[in-house]
């Protein structure tokens, strides 16, 4: 069974390409980033939900790219506000169009999402949606914020923090599409939240996997370089268990070369090479994390999920 079906993919990048279709040099800012090769992941988790009950994909196409549209927004900022100048192997929206029509793109595209779920036929269950995704893109705002207060917090956050802000930040924007599947297929209450607890650890195990690439990535496949959370200063999982338990020297070393954007490459390897331990525990964290995830889909039938489980082992395995 091939884990990305092409058929299902031309579908999502069709319906994407409708609800952008328009010209002129804010549309072309706002596709720049959604049309560079992004994995289409949550609207593709949209549609493999949907399948476990229901076949008609046609149906669920609008609402599912909503939750890529609000995505793609949250690129565009986000590297806005982290001064990014690559992403996805190119550059990123504000250093080709400007940070004006960047910050509007952006805005385009969140709106174009809510516009999306307001074409749908069916008032009831694009109420639902609404509330979902409202609720997602909200904790997607909270989950930001927290991720920056973290770089200039004296006090390191703990573990706990961490995981409440990657659920926010990146985990809403995993469940919001699953639950959107699940919505358009009649999912049972049981059902629907077995499929959010699937979703849930699957979002957190995406974030580690980013913070993960980021250290041990290979530059032309993750399309940025390679430990640029470090030179950030960001709080990642890996980084709160370093400090943590790295021997104090080590660790007062680390937190020298933590947040200096004018460090080195020797210095970032070094934090690297310090972050060896770290990185083997989150890798730990994610096998768990996994099995739960495919536990919770043992309710629907066995065929059905196997996409569904395959997607979950993808993303702790995945290079880019």
Partial sequence: MELFDKTILLKIEEELNRQVNKEGKLYEASKHLLFAGGKRIRPYLSVLTYLLKKDDIDEV????????????YSLIHDDIMDNDSERRGKPTVHIVYGEPIAILAGD????????AISQMENLEKAHE?????????VKVCEGQATDMEFEEREVIPTID???DMI???????IVAPIEIGAV????TEEERKAICEYAKRIGMTFQIQDDVLDLIGDKKTIGKPVGSDIVEGKKTIMVLHALQTLPEPEK?????????????DEEIKEAIEMLGP????????????TIEAKDYLKIFDEEKRKRLENIAEFIIERVF
Avoid: C, W
């Fill in 61 to 72: 196409l609008t609402p599912a790219v909503s939750v890529e549209l609000i995505h793609g």
């Fill in 108 to 115: 385009l595209l969140n709106t174009l999402a809510f516009n």
């Fill in 129 to 137: 949606i609404l509330k979902i995704v409202s609720k997602a893109s």
């Fill in 161 to 163: 923090e961490y995981f």
């Fill in 167 to 173: 659920s926010k930040k990146t985990g809403a924007l």
């Fill in 184 to 187: 358009m297929a009649d999912f």
């Fill in 252 to 264: 007062q070393r680390f937190l020298k070369i933590l947040g200096n954007s004018n460090a080195t």
């Fill in 278 to 289: 770290s990185i083997n525990y989150a890798k730990d964290i994610m096998k768990t994390a």
